[in-house]
């Protein structure tokens, strides 16, 4: 295995260690129930898939956090746009539900990428300031109490049906995902997230419009949470104050097991993947050892700080 | 100068992951000398220096200082020991201020915490040396100029009180006036029985200083020799393994040509005073004073960076400012700037060869929406081929390159957009002479080609050996304008300092 490391490209090292982590929590978990229970449910398909159609919220929401984070920023108002989204469109409802959903996407993912790309305002404050907004108008607009407008039936449909077995969420994850991946290799605007992430002066003067690649990245990422969030209020029917709070800080954790670099410029969309999935299979063999919730937090912090110090290893600084 | 050496390295070898570096060095210098350190980039200078003040250490050999041998574990061990680097990237830190940066490493103590006004007066002291009282020591170094970072470095260097003092390419930034001073200093200094390491690609700077020379290639030692053992031409030929005939391609002989780039009465800010200019079709006009001058805010006003330009500018058949780098570049002005730095400017240093190639012409490789692979692949075999760039794969980090290699990776981004205006700040700045070479070849190419370029460089033999105008600012406007065989050194001069602007200085350009 060592000998072939050296030959690979630095993003695609935390990709490979990363996959066999996963295969570990798998083998770990397997073991611990073959010797207190007699079986092995982590490997049968079905729970498997019900571990990914949660995980695709997750993933959904990690994917576009990916696109702000190449770029060295980062989105801290997710946790409220999939709030929003959730709310506004079971408030609308009908056949408008979605579109209103997106749009309140897209209104958020405008007001962030504005406020980064041309007032200049450091992304972690100005995202940090979005979300308290969000969350305020949210308070205003429900009163405070979870709304007792039902999720409609599309969105129940793509949260929570099953298509020959495989849960409808999957496939908004990889439809998601597929796009991202078309994004970042095969458009101007996914090469320029990379040039811009890497250094915005040369990207700048290389002619790229970097004020709208920084505004076109933040749009993603409020869109995927708005995604994530019809999702959710999909899945447990309706919306819910503080639905989104449990995504934010996964969301950035696994997209930087993934290998993207936390100061941007590098990191593939396949890790973020496979950081997700890390995450998920984590938390649910976590909870199938019944570990208490306490421990279950130093644990995954460990994970996460392990993970990256074994990246960080390679990348000393050549002079 | 003493007999024994101060520095002796005897069979050193240093290889980075299996490419040799340098292969089993001999090398001394001597106190009470200026010794420089001439070789291609790659050739194993900066690995060698590397190796003398304890950043590398090297993988086979013995350095012996005043004949003891020695190991050096870090620079600051080095340094302890009487040798100071200035290194080519600057090592102050920016928020930082002037008399911090100057004592960063040891500053002066009272009760154990920073006495900040020893620590001011040392740093008067030092600057004032190397006459730089005009720099504030309590000023952020941000806010200083190149150029005046560079002589904060030196100041910083000789705080240390150096037995050995090593200058890697360190007068590259400095104004005319600022490399007397340092010339002055290394002189005294040599009085001082201080030695001197000199590296620099200005074969002129290296003949008026220094008395022993040392030819690296290939990470191997060529020669040392005294002054004046052997002609110029054998000293580029020993670098470069190969003989050299004419430095500069030859100008062609042309009479008008149609303006392309008209500029009157550009002004920004306090930077540019009235600046007015034209470059012809198919022309190379050079920009020339000192550093500055405005000569970088003039080429980043032409290409849309700055913002409150005022003046009036004609492209081609195109009026107006552009508004931004993306404005400038494309449509029917579409004007290219390598910028002055590269690694910062120029190139995004971890992404591959081939992303940075196609960093500024996306458009060119893309049907519809998406980028097609295989004109992706062949525009960046095309650019590679067209400057020769040498790479192992066009997959790896740009950062892999020589400095020579980099700068051709900018200017074929650029070619690759096939620009009818083309602005080089400075693009042959620390690389070596064959690349350079190759890079004035290349710029007559594209003039002939009826490119307009705007070439700005610090150094006066190329703007007399590349350009068929040269154009010299002072204070934020144009002064002068030389042309044909008003272009030398002494008239350049006297139009930096703007001691003509009334009439030609008497005997100046005779």
């Known amino acids: 295995m060592s000998f072939s490391f050296a030959s690979l490209k630095p993003e695609d090292k935390p990709v490979l260690i990363a996959s066999g982590f996963v295969l570990v929590i798998l083998l770990v978990g397997t073991v611990y129930t073959m010797a207190t229970q007699g079986s092995a449910p982590l490997l049968s398909p079905n729970y498997l898939l019900q571990q990914l159609q949660t995980g695709s919220f997750l993933g959904i929401v990690a994917a576009g956090m990916m696109m702000v984070i190449l770029l060295g920023h980062i989105d801290l108002s997710i946790p409220w746009t999939v709030a929003a989204a959730a709310m506004m469109a079971t408030t609308v409802g009908g056949d408008m539900a979605l579109p209103t959903g997106i749009a309140v996407g897209i209104t958020v993912g405008l007001v962030n990428g504005l406020g980064v790309a041309y007032l200049r305002i ?88 970097t004020r709208w690649v920084i505004v076109g990245a933040f749009v993603i990422s409020s869109v995927c949470a708005a995604m994530a969030g019809i999702l959710l209020a999909g899945y447990s029917t309706k919306a819910y104050q503080g639905m989104g709070n449990a995504y934010l800080l996964p969301a950035i954790a696994a997209v930087v097991i993934g290998g993207t670099r936390i100061l941007g410029g590098q990191g593939r969309y396949a890790g973020t993947v496979v950081g997700v999935t890390l995450i998920v299979l984590l938390n649910s063999v976590l909870s199938i050892m019944q570990m208490p919730e306490a421990g279950r937090q130093v644990i995954y912090g460990c994970v996460i700080v392990g993970m990256l110090l074994v990246y960080g290893r390679g990348n000393k600084v050549v002079s | 100068m003493s007999d024994r050496p101060l520095v002796q390295l005897s069979g050193i070898s240093k290889f980075f992951s299996g490419a040799r570096a340098l292969e089993n060095v001999d090398f001394s210098c001597h106190s009470g000398s200026i010794h420089a350190v001439l070789g291609e980039n790659g050739a194993g200078k900066s690995t060698l220096i590397k190796i003398i003040s304890g950043v590398l250490r090297p ?209 920004w800010e306090n930077r540019l005073k009235g600046a007015s200019l034209n470059v012809g079709k198919g022309e190379i006009v050079g920009l020339g004073g000192l550093d500055g001058q405005g000569q970088k805010e003039l080429m980043l006003a032409l290409f849309g960076v700055l913002k409150g330009v005022e003046g009036r500018v004609a492209v081609g058949s195109t009026s107006g400012v552009p508004g931004s780098p993306a404005v400038a570049k494309s449509g029917r002005s579409r004007i290219a700037l390598v910028p002055e730095d590269r690694k910062t400017e120029g190139l995004m240093l971890p992404m591959s060869i081939a992303d940075n190639l196609l960093a500024a012409s996306y458009s060119k490789v893309s049907r519809g929406p998406f980028i097609d692979p295989a004109l992706e692949r062949q525009a960046v075999a095309d650019g590679i081929a067209k400057l020769q760039i040498k790479i192992g794969r066009p997959e790896d980090a740009v950062a892999t390159l020589s400095g020579g290699n980099q700068q051709k990776v900018v200017i074929a981004k650029w070619l690759m957009t096939d620009p009818e205006l083309i602005l080089l700040n400075d693009p042959t700045r620390g690389i070596d002479v064959g690349t350079k070479q190759e890079i004035y070849r290349l710029m007559r190419e594209l003039a002939d080609e009826g490119r307009a370029i705007l070439f700005y460089s610090t150094d006066y033999a190329e703007l007399i050996g590349c350009c068929d105008r040269v154009a010299v600012m002072y204070d934020g406007a144009i002064v002068t304008e030389l042309s044909g065989t008003e272009i030398n050194e002494e008239a350049i001069i006297a139009a930096s300092l703007n001691i003509d602007a009334t009439g030609p200085l008497a005997g100046a350009s005779a």
């Open chain 1, 122 to 209: 450091p992304s972690m404050i100005f995202t940090l300031g979005v979300d308290s907004v969000l969350r305020g108008l949210m308070v205003w607009h429900t009163g405070g109490f979870a709304p007792q407008d039902q999720a409609t039936p599309i969105m129940r449909f793509l949260a929570a049906d099953k298509i020959l077995g495989i849960p409808v969420a999957i496939f908004v994850w990889v439809a998601v995902s597929l796009v991202i991946v078309l994004i970042l290799g095969r458009t101007a605007f996914g090469r320029a997230v990379y040039a811009t992430g890497n250094r915005e002066g040369a990207a700048y003067l290389s002619g790229i419009r």
């Open chain 2, 59 to 267: 993988d086979t050999g013995i350095l012996n200082l005043d004949g003891a041998p020695m190991e050096f574990a870090n620079p600051a061990e080095a340094s302890a020991a009487g040798i100071v680097c200035i290194f080519q990237e600057l090592s102050l830190v920016p928020d930082l201020t002037v008399a911090e940066n100057i004592s960063l490493a040891t500053p002066p103590r009272r009760f154990g915490l920073i006495d900040a006004r020893a620590q001011r007066q040392r740093a008067e002291e030092l600057l004032a040396r190397i006459k730089c009282e005009d720099v504030d020591p309590n000023a952020m170094v941000r806010d200083l100029s190149l150029s005046r970072r560079q002589m904060v470095e030196i100041a910083k260097a000789l705080g240390k009180n150096p037995r050995l003092l090593i200058l890697d390419e360190a007068t590259s930034a400095l104004t005319s006036r600022d490399v007397e001073t340092v010339y002055g200093l290394l002189a005294d200094l040599k009085a001082d029985n201080v030695a001197s390491l000199f590296i620099s690609h200005r074969m002129h700077e290296v003949e008026r200083l220094c008395d022993t020379l040392s030819v690296f290639r290939n990470g191997q030692h060529v020669e040392t020799f005294a002054k004046g053992v052997r002609s110029d031409r054998d000293i580029v030929r020993l670098m470069i393994g190969r003989e050299v005939d004419a430095h500069f391609p030859p100008k062609p002989v042309t009479g008008k040509r149609a303006p392309h780039l008209v500029v009157e009465q550009l002004r």
